[in-house]
Nanobody, 116 residues
């Protein structure tokens, strides 16, 4: 069974930082693109950032100055470093990955709440 599991979410004050992790596990022999998306209450899911297996990145314009996506292929893990967090960053952050070239999988999501 192939799965993605996120971790690292939580409650943080405005201006703070969090690092999210997403680990792929199961019968995996290839991981292509990986990415992070988020969905705030009452809003549609939106792209945060993506990264190819060779490390090329793409960011949503509103997040590129504060967020950094990276990956460790040996650990089948993608990370999202989030700095200078704002209340409007509050959302469920979900990992997405093309596993084995078959289809894209989603993790269950991790809640990030930015509040004082």
């Amino acid at each position: 069974q192939v799965r993605l599991v996120e971790s690292g979410g939580g409650l943080v004050q405005p201006g703070g930082s969090l690092r999210l992790s997403c680990v792929a596990s199961g019968s995996i022999f290839r991981i292509n693109d990986m990415g992070w998306y988020r969905q705030a209450p009452g809003k549609a899911r939106e792209l945060v950032a993506t990264i190819t297996k060779t490390g090329s990145t793409n960011y949503a314009d509103s997040m590129k100055e504060r967020f950094t996506i990276s990956r460790d292929n040996a650990k089948a893990t993608v990370y999202l470093q989030m700095n200078n967090l704002k209340p409007e960053d509050t959302a469920v952050y979900s990992c997405n990955a093309d596993l084995n070239g078959v289809r894209y999988y989603w993790g269950q999501g991790t809640q990030v709440t930015v509040s004082s």
